[in-house]
């Protein structure tokens, strides 16, 4: 700005100058054409000289008129170059007096301000900035310095809307070295703020990510192998305060012996792939081992070497646990079905050997000794037989409800209707003996063991049949849409179930009723429960309007392949 | 061999069992159904081989007409002597009928991969026992017609 200020002063300085100049050139003229005239014929010319010198001081005028037209357009000219410099200018430009009022301005500061240029000449600079004090501030600091740099500032517009700015600003001086003012240059750093704003949240809010992830940060340089790392990273190997040298020496003496070597391969790994991945134990300062997961990417090479390696880490310890306990907890389970399949085994074969025994032998000696045994005797022995021949449906029963498990084939597509379709075919002969009619509503498709939907109609609707012994039964198989799944319904005419007596019903072995009255071992719905259960359902009983029952059961939506 | 032949030879059994009361209970379904033959009965797996192979004491052993098997055997189990018999080329014409308590599906399956002639399970009750009995010996002892020994 002193520059700026000086140009117009010099420039104004040698227009002065120039016009001097000119007229002296003109005087000068004037007085060589007098002293020519009067040098040879001065009187008998005095006349044409009177002439000549009105003619010469015409002339002079002429000139003198034309130096003077020059000088203001020269003038003219430099002031719209002033003008123009700082018009180029797209930054806020403006000069201050010493007394703190504007002197001058630019288009781009009415815009930055929402003020005309003459509305601002004169008035209080400060009053524009958000801060007046920190304005005024930064002015004295001028003063103070002769120069401010970066100085930051916001510009209020008269809509509000603010312009951050940095200013530059130096003092202009007179001639004499007088300080006349303020020149003051602000760059607009709104976009630069916003840019910095912007990586600022970035950066937050991958910090956040990476803090909640517990993740780490490394940045390895392959070739002195040193690394910069994240707070995180180093507390990761049980550090809370930064060790002052790092890299894949020092971390790889970090590591458990063992696990060193899937280390090194791991980098062999990345050096041919650009991908670093590896999962290995880290010995703490405190001993305590920690399962830590690696991750990176090579991204810079030197002469066609990999140079940097940017990854992160994150501590997996409990992840590893988690799945090592599932892993015990699933060895268990498969150990246990092992064991169920080894008791069903046994109630196949080793449980009924002694039951054959027990009954062959019986029925042998009551027929060695047929003619020899008295009622009683008789009698004592169907006891035992039919004792034994209930153990022996009992260790099917068991065996049966065992399977739901053991033989359970993964859940697929099935259609309900044919399945039960083929329950209704398994249980042909007791329809046709009872005389049962069976309506059979239109029936979705499901997700499920088919073998075992097939087992569940049969036992639901075989349920029905024998509790209908005294009247034809109607049993009804609907199914509604539910929430994601499909609630099948089975209802009968038959003598329904007390509502006390509902909770008992699905348990194993569970009688309502005598053998007498309606024979079975109890197993039958408590099969049905096992099946449903698995299939992720619900199974329960309600009261049928005519008294009969329903027995309902849901069954998950057919989905995917 | 003929019908004639049939009925003039002593039809040779080899029962391998190791229950003492399900050998007799089969003997006496045989004795009810009046069959005449002949039934040895070994209780486990090595000494079937040995009495298929005519080894130590069975040196002066029959070679059977019909094996009747029952699957969990002490020492060398129903399964391995199966297999051993049905891949002996001098053994495997032997009719083997899997005589046991076992109704599991992978016993049955697995006889069937191993070539097992029929698999049969005992049933409780002594009538359906010496029923099932009487059958097998008037199907494979009369009914078919086995190789030549």
């Known amino acids: 700005m002193q520059d700026f200020r000086a140009a117009i002063d010099e420039a104004e300085r040698a227009q002065d100058a120039r016009l001097r100049q000119t007229k002296l050139q003109a005087q000068d003229a004037a007085r060589f054409t007098y002293a020519t005239i009067s040098g040879g014929m001065v009187l008998s010319l005095v006349f044409l000289a009177a002439a000549l010198l009105w003619l010469n001081h015409a002339e002079a005028e002429r000139i003198r008129t034309q130096a003077e037209l020059e000088i203001t357009q020269r003038a003219k000219a430099a002031g719209l170059y002033a003008r123009s410099l700082l018009e180029a200018s797209l930054d806020p430009l403006l000069t201050i007096s010493a007394e703190g009022k504007i002197t001058d301005v630019n288009i781009a500061t009415e815009q930055a301000t929402g003020l005309a240029r003459a509305d601002l000449i004169g008035t209080d600079f400060a009053s524009y900035f958000t801060d007046p004090d920190q304005a005024r501030e930064g002015y004295q600091r001028v003063f103070a310095k002769s120069f401010v740099t970066d100085y930051p500032l916001a510009i209020r517009h008269t809509s509000g809307r603010i312009t951050d700015v940095l200013y530059n600003a130096s003092v202009y001086r007179d001639e004499a070295g007088k300080v006349l003012g303020v020149f003051a240059a602000a760059r607009d750093v709104t976009e630069r703020k916003k840019a910095e704003e912007s990586l600022r949240l970035t950066e937050q809010r991958l910090n956040l990510g990476l803090e909640f992830a517990e993740m780490g940060v490394w940045d390895l340089d392959l070739i002195h192998d040193t690394a910069w790392r994240s707070l995180q990273h180093d507390r990761i190997f049980g550090y809370e305060s930064a060790p002052a040298q790092w890299g894949r020496e020092i971390a790889t003496r970090h590591l458990v012996p063992e696990d060193r070597e899937g280390f090194a391969h791991a980098f062999e790994e990345a050096f041919r792939s650009g991908e670093f991945f590896v999962e290995c134990r880290v010995i703490r300062p405190d001993q305590s081992i920690h399962w830590i997961q690696a991750q990176g990417k090579v991204i810079g090479y030197e002469a066609g070497r990999p140079a940097r390696m940017l990854g992160t880490v994150a501590d997996i310890t409990s992840q590893r646990q988690a799945s090592e306990a599932l892993e015990t907890l699933s060895r268990a389970l498969a150990r246990s079905n092992t064991e169920l399949e080894q008791f069903a085994y046994v109630a196949s074969h080793d449980l009924q050997e002694p039951l054959r025994m027990v009954v062959g032998y019986v029925q042998l000696l009551e027929k060695r000794l047929a003619d020899k045994l008295d009622t009683d005797t008789r009698e004592f022995m169907a006891f035992a037989v039919d004792g034994a021949m209930r153990m022996q449906v009992m260790i099917d029963d068991i065996l049966a409800y065992s399977r739901v498990t053991t033989k359970a084939q993964p859940l697929a597509r099935v259609d309900s209707a044919a399945a039960l379709q083929q329950a209704l075919d398994r249980l042909a002969s007791p329809i046709k003996e009872s005389g049962a009619e069976v309506d059979v509503q239109p029936l979705p498709t499901v997700m499920a063991d088919r073998l075992q939907l097939v087992q569940l109609f049969q036992n639901l609707i075989s349920n029905s049949i024998k509790f209908c012994k005294d009247r034809a039964p109607r049993i009804r198989v609907e199914a509604v849409r539910e929430a994601g799944r499909w609630r099948f319904s089975v209802a009968d005419n038959g003598i329904g179930i007390a509502p006390e007596y509902r909770a008992q019903l699905f348990v194993i072995f569970k009688r309502l009723h005598t053998q007498r009255e309606y024979p079975g071992s109890g197993i039958g719905l408590a099969i049905c429960k096992r099946i449903i259960e698995r299939h992720g359902g619900e199974i329960g009983i309600d009261s049928a309007a005519g008294g009969g029952a329903v027995f309902w059961f849901t069954l998950p939506e057919e989905h995917g392949p | ?149």
């Open chain 2, 1 to 149: 061999m003929s019908t004639t032949d049939k009925e003039c030879r002593q039809i040779e059994i080899l029962l391998i069992e190791d229950n003492p009361g399900d050998a007799r209970l089969t003997q006496e379904a045989m004795r009810a159904a009046k069959m005449t033959n002949v039934l040895h009965v070994v209780e486990d797996g090595v000494q079937a081989m040995e009495f298929l192979r005519q080894r130590s004491r069975f040196k002066d052993a029959p070679r059977p007409d019909l094996i009747l098997l029952d699957l969990n055997l002490p020492k060398k189990d129903g399964r391995a002597v199966l297999s051993e018999v049905k891949t002996d080329p001098d053994l495997r014409r032997i009719p083997v009928v899997v005589l046991t308590t076992s109704r599991s599906e992978e016993d049955v399956m697995q006889a069937y991969d191993m070539h097992a002639n029929a698999y049969v399970t005992k049933p409780v009750k002594l009538d359906q026992f010496l029923r099932i009995v009487a059958l097998i010996d008037e199907f494979w002892l009369k009914v078919v017609t086995l190789p030549g020994r």
